[in-house]
């Protein structure tokens, strides 16, 4: 928004947060966001997401490792000190300041000229589709409007990186669509360095540039939301993102064998032996060949439906179109087979272990 500060990259190298005994809740962790990147924090509670945003704040210093933010050290700087702005789950407005005024705080803390707080506070809630709201008690808006102020609050301070910490976990089902998407509209069109957190994968998948998936303070996987969920590295990678079957099964280098049932599959760099199948239920269809399965369970969903099947190799659940699931019902014999793309290897049935980020 109008002139202020670059977007600027954020590197963590080797970045360790202890907190008395026990394991750390940040163990030794690398990433590189680039300018103007939206990055998503993504794992279940406790896995370190947020200690990892907060020290990137400034709100948490490292115990071990640096930060730096654009080509400035600022490991051990101050959060005021760091153009770096968050929002907040809670949002954190203040009730009995109006909007215009809760807005400008940063602001006026920072002394800036009542002219320029004017200009710039009109500006940030006109991003946020809020310019006709600034005298209005914060109270008397909606959850959804809420959260804008606390956008428009952080992004008045033009930033050097944005940071966003479960920002809609506060919303309904329908708001949190509609929020997100504005949120990533305007990050987009503002070309900023945002780095968000959020124990959703589907909000983490629909809003990124990139995903860091975390698991007890380690990195499990950084990738592309495709990337993460057509290849993922680890079986717990591949379970957390989206809905996924695994089962186990052999791999001669050209097929992958299910209960002794062959499927063509190309996939480089994995060794011939065993491995864990990992199948997306959308990639599942019934047909006249393929793997031997009894339904077990159908689900109409509205959009599509969800069929539970037994196989010999393990349970499964196929997600079909309405027409392809016509005509099955409970109980029936049938087989599965896998349409190209539906399917990626892990080597030996196990979590294959993943390199640190150097």
Not at 176 to 182: D, F, M
Not at 253 to 262: K, P
Not at 318 to 344: F, K, N, S
Request: proline residues 7%.
């Amino acid at each position: 928004m109008g002139e202020g500060n670059a977007p600027a990259a954020v590197v963590l190298r080797r970045v360790l947060k202890s907190f008395g005994t026990g394991a750390p809740a940040v163990d030794t962790i690398n990433l590189d966001i680039a300018p103007g990147e939206l990055v998503t924090l993504l794992g279940p509670s406790g896995c370190g997401k947020t200690t990892t945003l907060r020290m990137i704040a400034g709100l948490e210093e490292p115990t071990a490792g640096s930060i730096t933010i654009g080509d400035e050290d600022v490991t051990h700087l101050p959060a005021e000190k760091r153009d770096v702005t968050m929002v907040f789950q809670s949002y954190a407005l203040f009730p009995h300041m109006n909007v215009f005024e809760n807005v400008a705080y940063g602001l006026k803390v920072a002394r800036r000229p009542r002219p320029e707080i004017a200009a710039r506070v009109a500006e940030a809630l006109d991003l946020v589709g809020l310019g006709a709201y600034a005298d209005r008690s914060v109270d008397a808006l909606s959850g959804g409007q809420q959260q804008r102020v606390a956008l428009a609050r952080a992004l008045v301070m033009k930033p050097r990186v944005i940071l966003f910490d479960e920002p809609l976990s506060n919303l309904d089902a329908k708001l949190r669509l509609r929020v997100r998407a504005e949120i990533r509209a305007l990050q987009r069109r503002l070309g900023l360095t945002a780095v968000y957190v959020t124990h959703d994968q589907e909000e983490a998948l629909a809003i990124s540039d990139r995903v860091v998936v975390m698991k007890s303070g380690r990195i499990e996987q950084i990738g592309t939301p495709r990337d993460l969920y057509t290849r993922p590295a680890t079986r717990f990678v591949a379970d957390f993102i989206g809905s996924a079957n695994i089962l186990p099964g052999t791999w001669d280098g050209a097929q992958v064998f299910l209960d002794g049932i062959g499927f063509a599959h190309a996939q480089e760099d994995l060794a011939p032996g065993p491995v864990s199948v990992v199948l997306r239920p959308e990639s599942l269809r019934p047909g006249p060949s393929g793997l031997p399965a009894t339904v077990a369970a159908i689900s109409f969903l509205g959009a599509s439906t969800q069929v539970d099947l037994e196989t010999a190799a393990g349970p499964v659940t196929a997600l079909l179109p309405d027409a392809a699931a016509a005509g099955l019902e409970t109980g029936q014999q049938t087989r599965l087979d896998i349409a190209g793309g539906g399917m990626h290897l892990l080597a030996g049935g196990e979590d294959a272990p993943q390199a640190a980020p150097t």
